[in-house]
């Protein structure tokens, strides 16, 4: 990580620098009296999930992805102080006096001295904060420092605060060395010289990681702890990068814009759908008459590298000559006299050393629309290329781009703003075919699931009455698309007091609804003579499919039908452009030859390994692990063909199966270079970093993967290819099986199977990974257990596999031990150089003993169970039953898994 450096080019106010005394004691006393105390007004926020009590109350606080919290006392806070290393050197006694709650159902912190970096306020949702000295914030807490008199506690803060924290940590050479932040952090009971630079750094970083976090909510479907998302590798990934490129940042210089126009700078997008991955750039230039664009759209994982010589779309247009003919629309937009229609292409109207004007072609007759641009230049060289793509538009590019990729010399960012002065009313061309000449009208149902043909009022948003609980006739307008189990979102519009609007999810296959807990209103407004019904839509709806995007939205009659649209608001939008060689230097980290593993030396040291994937294109595992988390990678032993399955959780652990047993103690992380490290109870690991992804049938990978394994006798280099899949439960295949005559316990006369139908069978079902099949070996097997278990009988039974040689050369002693009879019967058994499993037993049927062999082979596995195919033979068949013959037996098939022989139940 490279070393904070001063942040002072962001803010030049200085905010009052508030906690306890900073003096190293043992905490938990009153702080000495100060002649400065500084009030912090304080909202928390949580997801509802988190949330152990009844909550109740409006936020006046900006909301993200939760509710307010608004039923806590205080015993669910706490204040400490902690050191450069982000353990905690003071617990601050917080008093009856010092704490109150607000009206609106805020919280008031007062506290002696002013505002700093080091003091933070912990919340526990569901007790009092577990504070300890000289350990790290508790993990199960919320947080955020007392850098602002007015902040909120949630995710985010949590989050951004431990990463700014980790950045320090790791520049710092002890607990009281805050390096460039040493004013954010006061001496004895003085206050904090200067927090505006550190408060305008965990600002931004909260804010940028917001989105993560919802998303990371989102994805886990409401089932998480604290600890998941403020542990998911994506969002400490994303809180790091921002550190990075906001400390880049703070080199900014001011620029010349009417310059910077001239020679032109360049935009990035990306886009990504299952293994296709688009760079999109394009360069824009204004010489103060006529606006110029070319883009250039690359296929990434297409084999060539970007060419940015040839653009594949490109426009020169003016503000007096605008031509917009072949060029389709993207949306309407109200101006001052009505909708126009607006091609997304930007056009410049001037610019000078401070600033440009700037509009789109279609909107340019509206000044009224026009948004003011300003520049700050950025110095990239060095800087982390992941860092800068971790940005919203380009943020699909990250995980192919390597953890050490840094611009080269000469490569410059440009820090943009861009305002707008009034909220701006669209409503987007949908591209399809409809009435109206605008192809975005309203669906309004009427009762029992029918829709309205196309509503021209707006009085046809509104219910005179909110519905009864559970009708389907109720009334509303569909808010979102059709969902898993075909249900959907309707709003219901009430016409009451309160102008409420409620949501229902509608379950259109038995006809029944759900009143979802959350609601919003509506308000008339008229704005450029044009009547719309304006709506906040809750963050909640995000989780029923509406976009994240797109809540703060309105109704309004177009072209004679009602129409939806959204708002853009009024206010300030930071954004990234760049110069040629930054958009090259992107291209070449991206474009990276694809690791050639013939080159991996099996006697390479861990440093050759980290090495060698660094001048060569790997997928990082920083942004993906999460794809892991229901998943499972498989992969079969070159050395001895028994399988490997690595299930990764969310908490850390690995539930890592060897030859089908499960191993305790494994855990992993993500390394600062996209590896993953699977760490094993006996202290040896595993790096293992992803080169390339096949894609399969059924949403399956075939992963090809690298391995650097340190034990205590040796390190190596090696790889293998996976299959990546579900966690579903496999299938027997029972092609070529015999019909089992239950009464007498025999195969069913026809279906008798001789050993050549039994391989014939086992060839066609086998599954191979990646053209290796699994097979039995005998050491793996010596001390598990084969576990067959059939629910619906509640029978289940076991073959334990002993490392005491049998009497019979090349055989092992053993037992079946069947739980449901209290049955032991003894066994001997063998793996062939096939790695089929070969058993042999006597048992007495009752009118005399009875030897029986089986064959067992693996056909299919997951790692954790094993699909097998069994041919089984008995001494009395051939005597007994006048259709079967010494050589023949019964074909069958079932899927059994292995364990300890330990945890084999007793008899």
């Not at 305008?200 to 976090?213: D, H, M, T």
């Not at 909708?339 to 997304?344: E, F, G, N």
């Not at 309004?444 to 707006?458: C, D, I, K, Q």
């Amino acid at each position: 990580m490279r070393k904070l450096s001063a942040l002072a080019v962001i803010c030049s106010a200085s905010l009052l620098s508030a906690c306890g005394s900073s003096d190293d004691n043992n905490g938990g006393t009153t702080p000495p009296e100060e002649t400065t105390s500084t009030s912090f007004a304080i909202s928390v926020d949580a997801p509802p999930s988190l949330i152990t009590t009844q909550i109740q109350g409006i936020s006046l606080f900006t909301q993200a992805y939760a509710d307010p919290v608004d039923s806590l006392t205080k015993d669910n806070f706490a204040v400490a102080i902690i050191d450069a290393d982000g353990n905690v050197i003071e617990n601050v006694e917080l008093t009856d006096e010092q704490w109150s709650q607000e009206p609106d159902g805020s919280y008031v912190i007062t506290l002696p001295g002013g505002v700093r970096l080091d003091c933070v306020i912990l919340v526990d949702l569901d007790g009092t904060p577990a504070v300890q000295l000289n350990q790290p914030l508790p993990s199960d807490n919320i947080f955020a420092p007392t850098t602002s008199e007015a902040f909120q506690v949630d995710l985010s803060s949590t989050a951004a605060y431990r990463a700014v924290v980790e950045q320090i940590a790791a520049a710092s050479t002890s607990g009281s060395d805050w390096g460039d932040f040493a004013s954010a952090v006061p001496s004895g009971n003085e206050v904090a010289s200067d927090v505006s630079v550190a408060q305008q750094l965990v600002s931004s970083v909260i804010e940028e990681v917001r989105e993560q976090i919802e998303q990371a909510i989102l994805d886990s479907g409401n089932d998480f702890t604290l600890e998941d998302i403020l542990e998911d590798p994506a969002v400490q990934e994303l809180a790091d990068n921002v550190v990075d490129r906001i400390e880049t940042e703070t080199g900014a210089a001011d620029s010349n814009v009417a310059e910077l126009l001239q020679q032109g700078f360049w935009w990035v997008n990306s886009y990504s759908e299952n293994d296709y991955l688009e760079f999109e750039t394009g360069n824009i230039s204004f010489d103060g008459v006529t606006t110029s664009e070319s883009l250039y759209i690359w296929d990434v994982k297409g084999g060539e590298a970007l060419d940015l010589t040839m653009a594949d779309e490109e426009y020169a247009q003016t503000i007096a000559t605008a031509d917009t003919t072949g060029y389709e629309v993207d949306r309407w937009v109200l101006g001052s006299e009505g909708w126009l229609a607006d091609y997304d292409m930007p056009l410049f109207r001037s610019a000078d050393a401070s600033s440009a004007t700037m509009t789109n072609i279609g909107l340019h007759s509206d000044a009224s629309l026009d948004r003011t641009i300003s520049l700050k230049q950025v110095d990239l060289a060095g800087a982390s290329i992941r860092a800068f793509a971790a940005t919203e538009d380009a943020s699909d590019l990250v995980p192919y781009i390597p953890a050490n990729a840094m611009f080269s010399e000469g490569a410059q960012a440009y820090l943009g703003s861009e305002t707008a002065a009034e909220d701006r009313y669209r409503i987007y061309n949908w591209d399809c075919e409809q009435e109206g000449e605008f192809c975005n009208r309203i669906y309004r149902n009427m009762g029992g699931g029918a829709e309205e043909a196309a509503p021209t009022s707006l009085d046809a948003l509104f219910s005179e009455q909110a519905a009864e609980e559970n009708d389907y006739a109720m009334q509303g307008i569909w808010m979102t698309p059709t969902q898993a189990g075909n249900t959907s979102v309707l709003a219901e519009f009430v016409q009451d007091d309160a102008n409420t609007v409620n949501f229902y999810k509608i379950f259109h296959n038995d006809q029944t609804t759900e009143k979802l807990s959350f609601s919003t209103t509506w308000q008339t407004q008229t704005v450029s003579g044009q009547e719309i019904v304006r709506v906040s839509l809750p963050l909640a709806l995000v989780a029923y499919g509406a976009e994240s995007d797109d809540l703060e939205i309105f109704f309004t009659v177009a072209e004679g039908l009602v129409r939806r649209g959204n708002v853009e608001m009024a206010g300030t939008e930071n954004f990234y452009l760049f110069n040629q060689q930054a958009i090259e230097d992107m291209g070449d980290a991206l474009h990276r030859e694809s690791c050639d593993l013939e080159g991996l030396a099996t006697d390479f040291s861990e440093q050759q390994y980290k090495d060698f994937f660094a001048s060569c294109a790997y997928l990082s595992a920083s942004d993906g692990i999460s794809d892991f988390y229901d998943g499972r990678l498989v992969r079969i032993a070159g050395s001895d063909g028994t399988t490997r399955a690595y299930d990764f959780n969310e908490d850390g652990s690995v539930d890592y199966y060897r030859a089908g047993v499960l191993l305790d103690g494994v855990t992993y992380s993500v390394t600062d270079e996209g590896f993953i490290k699977v760490e094993f109870a006996d202290d040896s690991y595993d790096l293992l970093t992803f080169v390339a992804a096949e894609d399969l049938e059924n949403q399956d990978e075939l992963l090809t993967v690298a391995v650097f394994t340190q034990d205590s006798e040796l390190a190596e280099a090696w790889y293998f290819k996976g299959w990546f899949t579900d966690r579903a439960a496999i299938y027997s295949c029972g092609t070529g099986d015999s019909d089992w005559d239950d009464a007498n316990e025999v195969p069913v006369e026809g279906t008798e199977k001789v050993l050549a139908n039994y391989q014939a069978a086992v060839t066609e079902c086998q599954m191979p990974i990646a053209g290796r099949v699994a097979k039995f070996d005998a050491e793996r097997l010596k001390g598990t257990a084969l576990k067959a278990s059939y629910e619906e009988e509640q029978e289940e039974e076991y073959y334990l596999f002993s490392d005491v040689a049998s009497s019979e050369a090349g055989w092992y002693e053993g037992e079946v031990r069947i739980i449901h009879e209290q049955l032991s019967i003894d066994m001997i058994w063998q793996v062939t150089e096939a790695g089929e499993l070969k058993l042999r037993a006597t048992f007495d049927d009752g009118s005399g003993a009875v030897d029986i062999e089986e064959t067992n082979t693996i056909v299919a596995s997951n790692g954790v169970e094993f699909s097998l195919k069994i041919f089984a033979q008995q001494s009395n068949w051939a005597t007994d039953f006048d259709y079967m013959s010494a050589d023949e037996g019964e074909i069958w098939s079932d899927v059994r898994t292995l364990v300890a022989i330990d945890d084999v139940p007793a008899l």
